[in-house]
């Protein structure tokens, strides 16, 4: 790689897409080289914005540049990440990697026909401070026993419960593989429904070290909150409460907790692209994988089986292909 800074490009320029071509400028150790996004009105807007070029055609634009994020509808991902894979991009990739199950072993197979890790998925809790504490304090423990996810979202408009799997459930499919360090094996899904629609959705899960996690989502919570709980051979640890301000009135005692899902991860976006874009200069990927990515993909595949059969279901995964093992941090 040249001396002079590396050029990342960022299709899509909606929420993530924005977030992260803010936190590349703002980080000051690569280069924006072009924002690309269909929509004329937001690409420009952000491409303005940031003082780099606006592309109507990512796929295009692949070839001017020396990384890319993949920030555009999730309908797109595997296009663009097997155009970066043959390209052979440094890829920072928005979860779900894809939510067709296929397509994502057809990414796995093609990064290692590369010979390389290219793709590192946005499963973001991994550079969330809290989330962070927890794997610390997790290490000296010893084997994990029980994993508990409770993700809050605040959503009056219900979401169909397969949306709400690769939207919000994926990430605490992924914390739960990455602190247990293990596959999950089995999932048996239940969903409560009411008039609007699919309102709570738990997941129970076998893990291949013998653990059990349960995933609680609710989607009409009163408050934006995700934590987690892990037992272990020689201790619990349990996710640190995010500091927000107290507030008594009217005979009661109130902590804050705030209805929206961006603010609070904030921190661990920006993290997030620097571990990234280090990687890149350091030339060695690291963080979530393409694996990560498609196994997870393979449990919400499990999960929507379970919830039509009523029974729990086994979780199908390829043979883990070398490039992924061990896995990195
Ligand atoms: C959203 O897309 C996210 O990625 C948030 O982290 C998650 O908590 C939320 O449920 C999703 O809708």
Request: proline share 4%.
């Amino acid at each position: 790689m040249s001396a002079d800074p590396i050029r990342v490009g960022v299709v899509g320029a909606g929420g993530m897409g924005a977030c992260h071509a803010r936190n590349i400028v703002d980080l000051s150790v690569a280069d924006l080289a072009w924002v690309a996004d269909p929509a004329e009105q937001a690409g420009r807007t952000l491409a303005d914005e940031l003082g780099t070029l606006w592309i109507a055609n990512g796929i295009d634009a692949l070839a001017d540049c020396d990384a890319v994020v993949i920030a555009c509808p999730e309908q797109a991902h595997a296009q663009f990440a097997q155009a970066a894979i043959e390209l052979r991009l440094p890829t920072l990739c928005e979860k779900p990697l894809t939510s067709v199950l296929a397509e994502a072993a057809e990414i796995v197979h093609s990064e290692v026909a590369a010979g390389r890790r290219l793709i590192q998925v946005g499963f973001m809790r991994e550079y969330d401070e809290r989330h962070l504490q927890v794997a610390e304090s997790l290490a000296p423990l010893g084997e994990v026993n029980h994993i508990r996810c409770v993700h809050r979202n605040t959503n009056d408009q219900a979401r169909p419960v397969a949306t709400i799997m690769v939207e919000s459930i994926i990430h605490d499919i992924h914390t739960v593989r990455w602190l247990s360090r293990s596959e999950i094996l089995e999932v048996s899904t239940a969903v409560v429904r009411r008039d609007r629609g699919p309102r709570f959705v738990s997941l129970t899960c076998l893990l291949s070290n013998g653990a059990v996690a349960g995933i609680e989502f609710d989607d009409c919570a009163a408050g934006y909150e995700v934590s987690v709980e892990v037992s272990a051979e020689d201790g619990n640890v349990t996710a640190a409460d995010p500091h927000r301000a107290q507030v008594r009135t009217d005979g009661a005692v109130m902590a804050q907790v705030g209805s929206d899902w961006f603010t609070p991860f904030l921190d661990a976006y920006r993290v997030e692209m620097r571990v990234w874009l280090n990687s890149i200069l350091a030339g060695e990927a690291t963080g979530p994988s393409a694996w990560d990515g498609y196994a997870a993909q393979a449990v919400v595949e499990a999960a929507m089986a379970s919830k039509s059969s009523g029974v729990a279901e086994p979780v199908v995964l390829i043979q883990q292909p070398e490039i992924y093992q061990p896995r990195q941090s």
